[in-house]
């Protein structure tokens, strides 16, 4: 059984307990549920890839409840010095050098030298962290390959009986996973999400590199086929073919929209939440209408194009 906890101060001292021993925890955050366990325990990051029936070569994010904790665990150069000051705490995961003897399970690194790092701007996650006192790896918490879940509703349909416990924060404000970036030695962005690529490039006055496809290992649902509903995905859709259920945006009115007045942060929030819907009635194939290729329509193309991907 998977308890359901309340954020107020007691279900955030018994979630904090169960990662203290050894324990998975779901747990709010901005941009997506987490799904968490102390990143210093091997058997304890081992417990999340055997809930999630994750992939052991895909390394995890470690979630710190303030930027001043990374010292102890990553070098950091002086741009991420500086998207650090400007966007912690919040939707935005560094990729930095691992510091030797900081006492991360290779677990969560797969083995990498490389740790990926995040601030989460949720009052219910800092307070947790805090209460753990050590940090705490978080993948997304679903099944592997499924859709990410934005409410303790979606982490239960997922998840229950294999986590000792979701603490529920209400639904994720900003809804898409946050955004990697990574040092090449100059930043280079590994997953586009929460956190819109423009807003990271003003701040480093300069444009941010890209991934060389096949220079370095898996990275962020740089498996193909992620995000999935159990439904076919198609996009770019105007109108609904025979079988279909249109998922609008702005001027495609489509059975359910991710925003009619058009706007990308609606889109983001609601994104996660129609799909699971959809899910959840069995739909078999979606359509979703054109998204624009800017801000947070980044991360919401990336998201759909996986859920779209043939599965493997
Ligand atoms: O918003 C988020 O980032 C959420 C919340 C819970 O914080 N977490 C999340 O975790 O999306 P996950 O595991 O679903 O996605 C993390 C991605 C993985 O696909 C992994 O490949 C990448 O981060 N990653 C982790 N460590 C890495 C590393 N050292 N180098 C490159 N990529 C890394
Ligand atoms: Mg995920």
Not at 9 to 17: D, K, L, N, Q, S
Not at 212 to 229: E, K, N, T
Not at 300 to 311: F, T, V
Request: aromatic share 4%.
């Amino acid at each position: 059984m998977t308890e359901r906890l309340t954020s107020d101060p007691e279900g955030i001292a018994r979630a904090a307990a169960f990662l203290s021993a050894g324990r998975c925890v779901g747990f709010p955050t901005e941009t997506v549920y987490g799904l968490g366990a102390d990143a210093t325990s091997d058997r304890a990051v081992a417990a999340i890839f055997e809930a999630k029936d994750r992939p052991r070569f895909n390394p995890l994010i470690v979630h710190l409840p303030d930027p001043g904790a990374v010292a102890a665990l990553c070098d950091m150069p002086e741009a991420a010095e500086r998207l650090a000051a400007a966007f912690w705490p919040g939707a935005l995961t560094l990729v930095l050098p691992l510091r030797s003897g900081a006492g991360i399970s290779p677990l969560v690194t797969a083995g990498l030298e490389t740790l990926a790092v995040r601030v989460p701007d949720h009052a219910v996650a800092r307070e947790l962290l805090r209460a753990v006192g050590r940090p705490v790896a978080a993948p997304s918490a679903n099944p592997s390959g499924r859709l990410s879940p934005t409410t303790a509703a979606h982490v239960l349909a997922g998840l229950d009986g294999r986590i000792a416990a979701v603490l529920d924060g209400g639904p994720c404000g900003v809804g898409v996973e946050s955004t990697i970036v990574g040092f090449d030695p100059g930043p280079v962005l590994l997953r586009p999400g929460g956190l819109p690529r423009e807003a990271l490039e003003a701040c480093l006055g300069g444009t941010l590199g890209e991934v060389m496809p096949g220079r370095r290992p898996v990275a962020p649902g740089q498996l193909v086929s992620h995000y999935a509903p159990r439904g076919a995905l198609r996009m770019e859709a105007t109108v609904a073919r025979e079988g279909e259920v249109l998922v609008g945006f702005g001027a495609v009115a489509g059975a359910v929209s991710l925003s009619a007045a058009g706007d990308l942060v609606e889109a983001a929030a609601a994104l996660f939440p129609v799909l699971h819907r959809l899910d959840a009635a069995g739909v078999e194939r979606i359509a979703v209408a054109p998204i624009p290729e800017t801000g947070l329509g980044l991360a919401i193309n990336d998201r759909l194009r996986r859920a779209a991907a043939p599965r493997g």
